[in-house]
């Protein structure tokens, strides 16, 4: 079973709710979120939050919902996973034992900019090869890996043994998927780093995702926005 996993936390040490924040129309998890709906290949989409998390996720009297349930509620393949695990590997690793995924793509949930197709291409990329698939030269922001479950399962294993961690990942031979000007995946990198990090950047972002729900697409409207 081919899964997509979010992960990311609702707490964040510069900007304290920043998932929560709400532009053009929807919180940035929940255009993250989207991005993976559009990926119809994927069987299951699960939300991998901190466990900390749980009691915000649905919204408070001082917080909006991170995800509106009549949203998620229209893809029956979305699941929220709660986690007690401090380290990504740990949380992709538990979401996967939870929904019994064989592969995982994992994307980061303050992603919001990552296209659907190029989840799928690094998807479908893996299905056909069976080797770890990996985004490479994209903006910082446009990220994307994915790995079978026992790769997840053995870099969970040496959790407690850094090194042996370390040595492990290393010798994993990736499939790149590369942003390069005539390759058919290119997406304009003239703006170098799409993390939205700071609320000063939240313009930008609301201007693209606006732009995007229009139709256009993200490669030219960055090279605008860069020219600009």
């Known amino acids: 079973m081919i899964g997509i996993v979010i992960l990311g936390s609702l707490r964040d040490p510069v900007w304290d709710w920043r998932l929560l924040y709400r532009v053009a129309g929807k919180t940035i998890l929940e255009h993250t979120v989207a991005s993976a709906m559009g990926v119809e290949v994927a069987h299951k989409i699960i939300v991998c939050l901190d466990y900390k998390d749980s009691a915000q996720v649905n919204g408070t009297a001082f917080n909006t919902a991170a995800l509106d349930k009549t949203f998620i509620q229209t893809d029956e393949r979305v699941n929220i996973h709660f986690s007690d695990k401090k380290d990504l590997v740990g949380k992709t690793y538990d979401a996967c034992l939870r929904y019994n995924l064989t592969s995982v793509c994992i994307i980061k949930a303050d992603d919001p900019l990552i296209p659907s197709w190029l989840i799928k291409e690094c998807i479908m990329m893996h299905m056909n090869s069976g080797i770890p698939v990996r985004t490479a030269g994209y903006p910082t922001g446009i990220d994307a890996s994915v790995l ?33 000007n005539d390759g058919s995946y290119h997406i304009y990198d003239g703006i170098k780093d799409l993390r939205f990090s700071t609320k000063s950047d939240i313009a930008m972002l609301d201007a693209l995702l606006t732009d995007i729900a229009g139709g256009e697409e993200l490669s030219d409207l960055l090279k605008e926005w860069h020219e600009q």
Do not use: C, L
Request: zero cysteines.
């Open 148 to 180: 079978p479950f026992h790769m997840i399962a053995n870099m969970y294993r040496y959790r407690e043994f850094k090194e042996q961690q370390d040595r492990y990942v290393e010798q994993i031979v990736w499939k790149d998927i590369s942003n390069t």
